[in-house]
């Protein structure tokens, strides 16, 4: 299979400590045996600081999301260099350059692409180009909520959804740079509108990833694992 994975720079790169790109490294490594890999990283707390000084400087949105690209883009470089051998040296700028070198047999790793968007549209977008077979959002949360658990009590974990319930339920997001939500309103408009078989869950510890990516895999149609969050299926 070919597999994309968007693993947010706040569970990738929480504390800048070379522990955490390598313990997602090695399990990287482990994954590529049986899949093809594609692994967008996000920009973290490094880019939301570097936003926010960039926004009282006088920055515009357009411009802080070019530093938040940047950012998503160090991160990848940490990520490369965890990997060694097994990634493609160079992260690609965009789609195109991610399916030129898709052929590499190495793992692909980049960040963010154009101002607008996350880390998890890229992700979305590249799923849809290189008609991988799954997107796997990996995030500081476990799964997508009715509501913002930190604000509402009573809001609920959805298990599956479908992609029109994900649009309907990340739309009220912020768009401003460096905003947060489980996934961003476009990456779920894409999801939707190209019916990507999606995972979204909690990724600080990348064997639960690996897990739910062969649990998927294999999937009877019931979800088993805990450590799963929430599936998207159908439009
Ligand atoms: P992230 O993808 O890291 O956003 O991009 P995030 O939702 O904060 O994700 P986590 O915390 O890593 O999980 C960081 C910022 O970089 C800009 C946006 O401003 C975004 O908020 N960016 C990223 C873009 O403008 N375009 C891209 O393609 C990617």
């Not at 920009?43 to 920055?59: C, F, P, Q």
């Not at 949105?61 to 990520?79: F, K, P, Q, S």
């Not at 898709?102 to 290189?130: F, H, N, R, W």
């Not at 799954?134 to 509402?152: E, N």
Request: aromatic share 4%; with cysteine.
């Amino acid at each position: 299979m070919l597999i994309v994975l968007s693993v947010g720079g706040s569970i990738l790169a929480k504390e800048l400590k070379p522990d955490s790109f390598l313990v997602y490294a090695g399990a990287l490594k482990e994954l590529a045996k049986e899949h093809d890999l594609v692994v967008v990283t996000g920009g973290g707390v490094a880019a939301r600081d570097y936003i926010s000084v960039a926004r009282s400087a006088g920055a515009n949105e357009v411009e802080c999301d070019y530093i938040g690209i940047d950012i998503t883009r160090l991160n990848a470089r940490l990520l490369i260099s965890a990997l060694g051998d097994a990634a493609y040296p160079e992260p690609p700028k965009d789609y195109k350059q991610a399916q030129e070198v898709l052929s590499s047999g190495k793992i692909i790793v980049m960040g963010g692409v154009i101002p607008g968007q996350t880390t998890d549209a890229v992700a979305a977008i590249l799923t849809e180009y290189l008609r991988a077979d799954m997107l796997v959002i990996a995030t500081a949360v476990d799964g997508v909520y009715s509501a913002d658990p930190r604000k509402d009590p009573k809001a609920v974990k959805y298990e599956t959804m479908s992609a029109k319930q994900l649009v309907n339920t990340v739309m009220t997001t912020e768009m401003k740079a460096g905003s947060k939500s489980p996934v961003d309103p476009l990456a779920a408009k894409i999801i939707e509108r190209c019916n990507i078989e999606t995972i979204v869950m909690e990724g600080s510890d990348p064997q639960n990833v690996l897990r739910a990516i062969s649990e998927e895999k294999d999937r009877s149609g019931e979800i088993k694992g805990v450590y799963l969050g929430t599936r998207i299926v159908g439009q």
